[in-house]
C-alpha cells in the first residue's frame, strides 16, 4: 500500500518558518517528481513545488520562490519544504504528491498519481 504522509505543519506568525515533511512508503519512487501542492478555504489546489528525483531541477509558484525551497532525500523517501518569511496567504493545507511526469515544472495536478492526506499550516498576521 502506497503512503505519503506529510508531518510539520501548525501554527505560525507571518515572517516565522516551517519545514514540511513527506514520508513515502510502499513502493520505489525511484524517478518520481515529488511536489507540494496547497489548498486554501475556498480555493483550488495549487501548485507550490516540485523536485526531480536527482534532485537537479526545482520549480516554484512565483509568489514562494525565495523564502520556500523544496528538497528530497532519497535513501530515506523522504521530501521537505523549508517555508521561511511565512505570510497569512501561505494559510492553507499542504499536499504532497508523487507522479512520474516528465514535462516542464510538472505543476498540474493531474501530473501526479499519489497523494498525502494533507497538513494545516496556519500563518496569523
Known amino acids: 500500500q502506497v503512503q505519503l504522509v506529510e508531518s510539520g505543519g501548525g501554527m505560525v506568525q507571518a515572517g516565522g518558518s516551517l519545514r514540511l515533511s513527506c514520508a513515502a512508503s510502499?513502493?520505489?519512487?525511484?524517478?518520481?517528481?515529488m511536489a507540494w501542492f496547497r489548498q486554501a478555504p475556498g480555493k483550488e489546489r495549487a501548485f507550490v513545488a516540485s523536485i526531480t528525483w536527482s534532485g537537479g531541477r526545482t520549480y516554484y509558484l512565483g509568489s514562494v520562490k525565495g523564502r520556500f525551497t523544496i528538497s528530497r532525500d532519497n535513501p530515506k523517501d523522504t521530501v521537505y519544504l523549508q517555508m521561511n518569511s511565512l505570510k497569512s496567504e501561505d494559510t492553507a493545507v499542504y499536499y504532497c504528491a508523487a507522479g512520474l511526469c516528465s514535462g516542464y515544472g510538472c505543476g498540474d495536478f493531474t501530473d501526479y498519481e499519489y497523494w498525502g492526506q494533507g497538513t494545516q499550516v496556519t500563518v496569523s498576521s
Open positions: 510502499g513502493r520505489t519512487f525511484s524517478g518520481y517528481v
